[in-house]
Every structure is written in structure tokens, then in C-alpha cells.
């Protein structure tokens, strides 16, 4: 498998904290772990979470997965049965719990069932987390279309 790799200042809302699976690689661009990380902020140049897990190791350059992976059927067939067990799990609220692929391939990961390599990118990430992030989508997305990244109308 391989997954974009996101440097995490270019994927913060600075309207709120977000939530990223903070990627543990290795020198061979190879992913080792994701840690699920909530309440990620970067406060005065640094990166803060309430994950305990990472608080040591978060820093704004720090990889993450926006959820952007390549993958073989392989992967699909686990998926979709992983996700069946998924919602046969009573044991928590169904109002609140999540079906996490980045967890997925963390745990995958350790049963030595996947091997993911990580394609770094400086890219911006431009999503909507919060409602105040909408303009600011709007008008990258205008930027990109004017300098021919996009075009005027996707379809």
C-alpha cells in the first residue's frame, strides 16, 4: 500500500483543533504506526494534542494521513470484513463511535498484514472542519482554478 503524506501545518484549521493519524516512519519513507490523534492545534509554533500517546513526538512537521491511500483488493476485502465486525460491535454508541481506516491500517500494521509506504507531500490540505474554514476553501480553490491547477468547473 502507500499513503499521501501530509506535513501537519499544512492541514490544521485555524478555527479549532482537528483530528490526524500521526504517522511513525522510518528512514525508508515506510510507515510503522498511526497514532489517532485528537485536539491538535498548533499554538505559538508548536503542535499540541490531548492524545498522550503522541504529545511527545507531535511537531508541526509531523507526517499525518488525510485518509489518501492506494491500495490492492487485498486491502478492500479486509476492509469491508473489518467493517462488518465494526458494526456488529454493541459495545459502544453508535452516535459516537468511528470506523477509523488510519487505526485499521495501524493495526494491520502490527499484524504484520500490510506494508505501507508514505509518499510525502508539501501540499495544503483544504478541507472544511469547521464552518468559518468554508471561505477560505472557496477562495483557495478560486486561486487554483485561475492559476489553471483546477479547472473553472470540475464538472
Given amino acids: 500500500m502507500a499513503m499521501a503524506g501530509f506535513v501537519l501545518k499544512n492541514t490544521v484549521s485555524e478555527n479549532g483543533t482537528v483530528t490526524r493519524g500521526v504517522c511513525v516512519g522510518d528512514q525508508d519513507n515506510m510507515l510503522k504506526g498511526v497514532i489517532e490523534s485528537r485536539d491538535i492545534a498548533i499554538i505559538d509554533g508548536k503542535a499540541v494534542t490531548s492524545t498522550e500517546e503522541s504529545k511527545d513526538i507531535i511537531s508541526p512537521e509531523s507526517i499525518v494521513s488525510m485518509n489518501m491511500w492506494a491500495c490492492d483488493d487485498d486491502f478492500l476485502d ?78
Avoid: C, N, S
Fill in 78 to 155: 479486509i476492509l469491508e470484513e473489518r467493517f462488518k465486525q465494526f458494526l456488529k460491535d454493541d459495545t459502544r454508541d453508535p452516535l459516537k463511535k468511528e470506523f477509523l481506516v488510519p487505526v485499521l491500517v495501524d493495526r494491520l500494521l502490527k499484524e504484520d498484514k500490510a506494508t505501507v509506504e508514505i509518499l510525502p507531500t508539501d501540499d495544503k490540505w483544504i478541507g472544511i472542519t469547521y464552518r468559518e474554514d468554508t471561505e477560505a476553501a472557496r477562495a483557495e480553490f478560486k486561486r487554483m482554478a485561475e492559476e489553471g491547477i483546477y479547472p473553472e468547473r470540475l464538472w
